[in-house]
Structure formats: C-alpha cells, structure tokens
C-alpha cells in the first residue's frame, strides 16, 4: 500500500516556543491530506484538512491560527504549533488518500514542558 | 452527530483465545465502516471493512459483519497470536462525507505467549 512519513515521531519543547510537523505522501500524490489529534484514551478527532494550493479548513474548535498548516506540494503538508503550551501536548497524525483508501503517519508524540 | 463507541481496553488475552471488541456506532444514513490498527511504533493501517449492510469484512483472521439492525461492528478472531498485539480502532465514514473519518477510542490489545 501507499506510504505517508511523518517526522517526527516524538518532540519535547518548551512552552513559547513552534513546533513544526510534516507529512510526506512517498510514493503518491496527495492533494489532500488529514492532521488528526488524540488525547489519551480518546478518538482521534479529526483537527483541519490540508488542501494543496490552499487554504486549510478548520474543524470547529480548533485555532487556525495557533495550528498552523501549509500544504505547498503534492507530497507534503505541514502542521506548525505555535506558541505552544502544556494543554497542546498530545499525538499527532496525519492521513492521506490514495484509490479512496486513507494512509496514516506514525504519528507525532509532542510534549510541551 | 455521528460517532463511534467502542469497548475500553486494555484487552489481555492468552494465546489461541477467542478475541472480540465490541464496537457499535451511531450515524444517519448508510455509513462505511472501519477497523484500524496500530503496531508498536507504526502508523494506523487498514484492517478490513464493510461498506453496506450485511457484508463481512475480513483479513488475517480477523472478521467484523456490518449490522445495520444493531448498528455494531464487532471485531473477531478465533484464534489471536502475540504478534496480534497492537490497539485497534473501531471507524466510519459518513454517507455524506466519504473523505472524514470518525474513530471510536481504540482498544489496546495485549497477548501473553
């Protein structure tokens, strides 16, 4: 099956500080892809989707201003963290689709101390 | 809205013991439905799934039947091994919305040789 990347896998800040993850598609074209979070022991909510060319779109609730993404290519979109805080630690994926199958990133573990 | 409720884990079987996780879900119209899992260290992989009422999705061992009357879509196997070790998520996607994926909470699965 299709492969998405997603690096990197585990990331400690300091509160203050950006934090930026991304997501490569490496053997497909993506024109979307999918930036999901989850906090421990619950769903994966589904944050913003990430469309190539454009603009993001934003699920209610989430700040496009303090999660920040940037799809510039086919192959990669990113997912900056700004200004993060203790409440934002938590696990980070993101998905592709390929032939109507979703693809998903190992994931981020991001811990802002 | 819609939403996925599957059983809390942690699960923890002996070898060769009958596995199901309970998952039932709650949507409008005729969603497709998912089971994810995710191994040690890897990204959330397809495992099977049914997208009409009735079918039986189906992959190594494991079986899930799509029951509309129950809206549910139990995860089975008749026979688990250590290697089936991982956290399994219960998934749909809407009639409305093929590309939005809503997952249930994941249930961690662990297998003692």
């Known amino acids: 099956g299709a492969v998405v990347s997603q690096h990197p896998s585990r990331v400690i800040c300091k509160s203050g500080t950006s934090v930026k993850i991304e997501c490569r598609s490496l053997d497909f074209q993506a024109t979307t892809m999918f930036w999901y979070r989850q906090f421990p022991k619950q769903s994966l909510m589904l944050m913003a989707t990430s469309n190539e060319g454009s603009k993001a779109t934003y699920e209610q609730g989430v700040e496009k201003d303090k999660f920040l993404i940037n799809h510039a290519s086919l192959t990669l979109s990113t997912l900056t963290v700004t200004s993060a805080h203790p409440e934002d630690s938590s696990f980070y994926i993101c998905s592709a689709t390929a032939n109507t199958e979703a693809f998903f990133g190992q994931g981020t573990r991001l811990t802002v101390v | ?113």
């Open chain 2, 1 to 113: 809205g819609d939403s996925v409720t599957q059983m809390e884990g942690p699960v923890t079987l002996s070898e060769e013991a009958f596995l199901t996780i309970n998952c039932t879900y709650t949507a409008t119209g005729y969603p497709s439905l998912f089971w994810y899992v995710q191994y040690p260290g890897e990204g959330l992989q397809l495992l099977l799934k049914a997208t009409k009422a009735d079918d039986k999705g189906s992959n190594k061992g494991f079986e899930a039947t799509y029951r509309k009357e129950t809206t549910s879509f139990h995860l089975e196997k008749g026979s688990v091994q250590v290697s089936d070790s991982a956290v399994y998520f219960c998934a749909l996607t809407p009639s409305s919305s093929a590309s939005k994926i809503i997952f249930g909470s994941g249930t961690r699965l662990s297998i003692r040789p």
